[in-house]
């Protein structure tokens, strides 16, 4: 099988579906002539004309308030909003809007839309904010990440094909990175965890960009003969819960890794699933969140490693539960 | 919410008692002044009335636990009342304990030991309780391993007791009498004095004829007139009175002489209060009156010392001499044998003596040799020569 990066992989997405389906269309801010800031929408503009792929004025909730009456109309609009930041603009079109179509309209409308969003990780204090618990917590709302090529294809034409709205939400970190990719259009179900790594010892739930992180956490430690299993849910809405049950009842640990603060983070969320599951009486151990601690990601790159999780904190925290016998 | 049932204070200074037994079982009905159950203390087991009518609800402590003086034992009330913890926040707090008192009780029970989740539902599943498991993960929590080492340590002595009745069946069938209540408070005090005192007994005989004679007038049981004549010889020789709490010796000013008898129950330890300070009459009429409550289980404990030395009576057994166990943290105990005829030398000549060895053990930690002979010899003295008690 062929490679292809991430941003490269979610393009192709938007290329094939865009084919198959003449109701879906992309809008966003230096998307359509510029082919995106992080050229996910390259090349669409000559393919698919101005009509389909449409530079929008920097205006969120605009942009945001077009697609959810488009998708309420029966098109399937795609929106970029470029910063996970900006996105605060448009809660309301998506929260009060697009969320509750198919129950106000009692299941005679809904809005199917994509709001494909991302964050910078190592960047500035406006652009590097992980916010996806604040859609979690709204009913209505399916929210997607991605960690790698492969999921990056496969769940967003899932997403462009779901009937409700889905917030899909990059990396930066994770646009350049390679992986294998089918050439013909394929989708990855939502609500389904993949388990990159088995082990018997220790859980590790880690999405997006913290994938990768807890991958090489967890290959440091098995060289301490720590067996680390990383579960990477791919979708926090619908979450694979029976997955990480499943894997907490077999190692009794678990390790939650998020870059998203963790005071009301969706790894508490998670945390509580399992105490709730079956699971609790497997638990030999607190469960531990590796998360940011709290504060505004800097833009100094020295204030990074305390402000954002990595593998040395993830390594960190599976030794602390593995302490308890 | 229903009444608390709660530990009475029986005696001064009591901190803890032990509920010995429940006569009811949640669910039956209680009058209120109804004995309702057993306690142990330092002193003596002690009905204790039900303070109120209805149901008995819930026991939260169960027979063979210790509580703290004002603990919440359970609940009489309506069927049906929610009682405990989910009613009031009252005894959230958990037992009302003396100034200083020891956490006890509830305090190691199974839901307040750290321990993981996991290790919770093994020790469950297996049936151990958490408070008999010691902790090795962080901050004393109990580990799923140290669950698991519990059951392995159990399997195997469980093998060893197969092996054992194996052996006990093949030479004749036993009976096996669980060792709890009054029973267990004995092993435990016996053991912890055989395991900290450094004991010797030392025994004279005692010519009881002039006892025996004065018998005749005042109707005084043997025991009565040791009594008295042990309280005269403690204040000649205060060290037997006296008790060892860690680095100092405690020099009790009061003689309270406690007589062990043996109730229906076991074990039991009256208290003569002040026996030094009261005449021999006084005291046997004290004695008599305690020896019929204890049989009754009627015994008012309220104002009653701790004593600080002991008598016990082997001889009305038949026994002629003993070594009686030290009753901590005492540091004296006198063991009286039996009164009997016997040839004795008196001035050159053999007649017959009412004689009865006394064997007194004390704890050499604390009392020197001289001191306790000194001490049985003015027992004997005042014995032989009943006048002194006067």
């Known amino acids: 099988m062929r490679t292809l990066r991430y941003n490269q992989a979610l393009c192709e997405a938007l290329r094939q579906e865009m084919d198959r389906d003449e109701r879906v269309f992309v809008l966003g801010e230096d998307i359509a002539r510029h082919g995106g800031v992080y050229r996910v929408t390259e090349g669409l503009l000559e393919r698919f004309g101005p009509e389909r792929v449409i530079d929008t004025p920097i205006s969120e909730s605009g942009i945001v308030g077009l697609a959810v009456g488009a998708a309420l109309l029966g098109m399937r609009p795609v929106v970029e909003i470029q910063f996970m930041d900006l996105i605060t603009i448009a809660m309301d079109q998506i929260v009060n809007s697009a969320a509750k179509a198919r129950f106000v309209h009692d299941g005679a409308l809904h809005a199917p839309l994509v709001v494909r969003t991302m964050n910078l990780g190592k960047g500035t204090v406006y652009s590097s904010q992980e916010l996806e618990a604040w859609f979690t917590h709204v009913p209505g709302l399916k929210v997607v990440m991605p960690s790698d090529p492969y999921d990056a294809k496969g769940l967003l034409i899932s997403a462009i094909r779901d009937p409700d709205p889905v917030i899909f939400i990059e990396h930066k970190a994770l646009y350049r990175i390679e992986g294998e990719v089918e050439e013909e259009a394929y989708t990855v179900p939502l609500g389904q965890a993949k388990l990159p790594r088995e082990g018997d010892d220790v859980t590790v739930v880690a999405w997006s960009s913290m994938v990768g992180v807890a991958e090489a956490a967890a290959d440091s430690l098995a060289d301490e003969g720590i067996g680390v299993e990383v579960i990477d849910p791919r979708t926090l809405v619908p979450f694979d819960r029976e997955r990480v049950v499943a894997s907490v009842c077999k190692t009794g640990r678990l390790v939650i890794v998020h870059q998203a603060v963790r005071r009301g983070g969706f790894g508490a969320e998670v945390a509580a699933a399992v105490t709730e599951s079956e699971a609790f009486g497997y638990l030999m151990a607190p469960i531990r969140r590796v998360a940011n601690p709290g504060v505004p990601v800097p833009k100094s790159g020295a204030l990074h490693p305390p402000a954002l999780p990595g593998e040395a904190d993830v390594i960190g925290a599976v030794r602390d539960v593995m302490a308890y016998g | 919410m229903g009444t608390p049932?709660?530990?009475?204070?029986?005696?001064?200074?009591?901190?803890?008692?032990?509920?010995?037994?429940?006569?009811?079982?949640?669910?039956?009905?209680?009058?209120?002044?109804?004995?309702?159950?057993?306690?142990?203390?330092?002193?003596?087991?002690?009905?204790?009335?039900?303070?109120?009518?209805?149901?008995?609800?819930?026991?939260?402590?169960?027979?063979?636990?210790?509580?703290?003086?004002?603990?919440?034992?359970?609940?009489?009330?309506?069927?049906?009342?929610?009682?405990?913890?989910?009613?009031?926040?009252?005894?959230?707090?958990?037992?009302?304990?003396?100034?200083?008192?020891?956490?006890?009780?509830?305090?190691?029970?199974?839901?307040?030991?750290?321990?993981?989740?996991?290790?919770?539902?093994?020790?469950?599943?297996?049936?151990?309780?958490?408070?008999?498991?010691?902790?090795?993960?962080?901050?004393?929590?109990?580990?799923?391993?140290?669950?698991?080492?519990?059951?392995?340590?159990?399997?195997?002595?469980?093998?060893?007791?197969?092996?054992?009745?194996?052996?006990?069946?093949?030479?004749?069938?036993?009976?096996?009498?669980?060792?709890?209540g009054i029973r267990r408070v004995m092993a435990e005090r016996m053991a912890l004095s055989k395991r900290t005192a450094a004991d010797v007994t030392t025994v004279v005989d005692v010519d009881m004829g002039a006892v025996q004679a004065l018998r005749e007038h005042v109707a005084v049981t043997y025991t009565s007139a040791v009594v008295k004549a042990a309280s005269l010889g403690l204040r000649k020789h205060p060290i037997l009175n006296a008790t060892l709490d860690e680095e100092e010796i405690v020099l009790h000013k009061g003689i309270h002489v406690g007589v062990a008898v043996d109730s229906a129950r076991g074990l039991t330890v009256l208290t003569i209060a002040d026996a030094d300070q009261k005449s021999l009459r006084q005291i046997d009429d004290e004695l008599q009156g305690l020896v019929e409550a204890?049989?009754?289980?009627?015994?008012?404990?309220?104002?009653?010392?701790?004593?600080?030395?002991?008598?016990?009576?082997?001889?009305?057994?038949?026994?002629?001499?003993?070594?009686?166990?030290?009753?901590?943290?005492?540091?004296?105990i006198l063991g009286m044998g039996k009164v009997q005829e016997t040839p004795v030398v008196r001035d050159g000549?053999?007649?017959?003596?009412?004689?009865?060895?006394?064997?007194?053990?004390?704890?050499?930690?604390?009392v020197e040799g001289a001191e306790a002979v000194g001490f049985l010899q003015a027992v004997k003295g005042c014995l032989e020569d009943p006048v002194r008690m006067m």
């Open chain 2, 5 to 180: 049932i709660k530990m009475p204070r029986l005696s001064k200074g009591m901190e803890t008692g032990t509920v010995l037994e429940w006569l009811k079982a949640p669910g039956e009905e209680v009058r209120e002044g109804e004995p309702l159950f057993h306690v142990l203390t330092e002193k003596a087991d002690v009905e204790v009335q039900a303070p109120g009518s209805g149901t008995l609800l819930q026991v939260a402590v169960p027979a063979g636990e210790e509580a703290g003086v004002g603990a919440v034992l359970g609940w009489v009330g309506e069927p049906g009342e929610v009682v405990g913890a989910a009613a009031s926040g009252e005894v959230k707090e958990g037992p009302e304990r003396p100034a200083g008192g020891k956490e006890r009780s509830k305090a190691g029970s199974d839901e307040r030991r750290k321990a993981s989740p996991v290790a919770r539902r093994l020790a469950s599943e297996h049936g151990l309780r958490l408070a008999a498991i010691e902790g090795s993960g962080p901050q004393g929590m109990i580990t799923k391993s140290d669950v698991e080492e519990a059951v392995r340590i159990r399997e195997e002595s469980a093998l060893g007791v197969e092996a054992e009745d194996e052996r006990q069946e093949q030479q004749d069938q036993v009976e096996r009498i669980p060792l709890k």
């Open chain 2, 294 to 332: 204890a049989k009754r289980g009627t015994l008012q404990l309220e104002e009653v010392e701790t004593p600080t030395f002991t008598v016990t009576n082997s001889g009305v057994l038949g026994s002629l001499m003993f070594t009686p166990i030290i009753n901590p943290p005492q540091s004296g």
């Open chain 2, 349 to 366: 000549e053999i007649v017959v003596g009412v004689v009865m060895y006394l064997c007194l053990t004390y704890d050499h930690r604390i």
